[in-house]
């Protein structure tokens, strides 16, 4: 059983921070990409930003040079830190990690957070 549980929404300023914790606990063998994606009513979930296993990070064009993925690999944690945020951040963040819990098979799956929501008012 793998959970991952999440932290740090709120409600904030235009211009404010805000950073997201996403920790992965469980029968984990292995993490491989881990990374942060958002949704609003009526749109599909899309992805805000991502880090491999190795540190490469990937983000989304609306968010680059705002936000910051960063993992602390032996807490099995993955952070987002938000800065400049604009109203159109405004979403439910889930986080996402593909993750394998059987050492012999070498497969993997994603595994979701329950989501958590930020606010940036207009």
């Known amino acids: 059983q793998v959970q991952l549980v999440e932290s740090g929404g709120g409600l904030v300023q235009p211009g404010g921070s805000l950073r997201l914790s996403c920790a992965a606990s469980?029968?984990?063998?292995?993490?491989?990409?881990m990374g942060w994606y958002r949704q609003v009513p009526g749109k599909q979930r899309e992805l805000v930003a991502a880090?491999?296993?190795?540190?490469?990070?990937n983000y989304a064009d609306s968010v680059k040079g705002r936000f910051t993925i960063s993992r602390d690999y032996p807490k099995n944690t993955v952070y987002l830190q938000m800065n400049t945020l604009k109203p159109e951040d405004t979403a439910v963040y889930y986080c996402?990690?593909?993750?394998?819990?059987?050492?012999?098979?070498?497969?993997?799956?994603?595994?979701w957070g329950q989501g958590t929501q930020v606010t940036v008012p207009s």
């Open positions: 880090i491999t296993s190795s540190g490469s990070p």
């Open positions: 469980g029968s984990i063998f292995r993490i491989h990409t």
């Open positions: 996402n990690a593909n993750i394998q819990t059987d050492w012999s098979t070498g497969s993997s799956r994603a595994y």
